[in-house]
């Protein structure tokens, strides 16, 4: 990612690397590459690269375990578990096109809208929901 200044260099290696976990190239728990190696895929320093990582972390979207790597994360922190799903499916279904991950989380957006936040809390689970369909199976 020659040019630019490292400022809008961190942001767009983040919003690769976001990318790469909607479309789940990355699922959570999953490592990411080393600071290295991401550094050398966009041409930029390790500097640029721990901004990029530190903005993800802020957002809940990756953790960093010292001596283990970088993994991905279950999702934003900063948000309930239900809240935070429906921002995650609005930001996913702007940025790209569906995919299975998207479309769960947009489901789950219009359960919060319904008010079922039972359904959602029952689906962040892994238990399924009470409409009979498989949330949490790959189409």
């Known amino acids: 990612m020659p040019g630019g200044s490292s400022a809008h260099q961190y942001k767009r290696i983040a919003d690769e690397l976001l990318k790469g976990i909607n479309s789940e190239v990355w699922r959570p728990g999953d490592r990411l590459p080393t600071y290295e190696q991401l550094a050398d895929r966009f041409h930029v ?3 640029t690269v721990k901004e990029a990582l530190k903005l993800l972390s802020s957002k809940g979207l990756i953790v960093t375990r010292q001596g283990s790597g970088t993994f991905v ?10 809240v935070g799903a429906a ?3 609005d930001e996913a279904l702007r940025s790209e096109p569906p ?7 947009r489901f789950m957006q219009c359960l919060i809208e319904l008010g079922r936040t039972g359904d959602v809390r029952r689906l962040l689970m892994g238990r399924g929901c009470r409409m009979g369909i498989a949330c949490g199976a790959e189409e």
Do not use: D, M, V, W
Request: proline share 9%; with cysteine.
């Open 73 to 82: 994360g279950e999702g934003p922190k900063s948000e309930s578990g239900a």
């Open 45 to 47: 320093s390790c500097a």
């Open 99 to 105: 995919t299975p991950r998207s479309i769960r989380l």
């Open 87 to 89: 921002r995650t499916a």
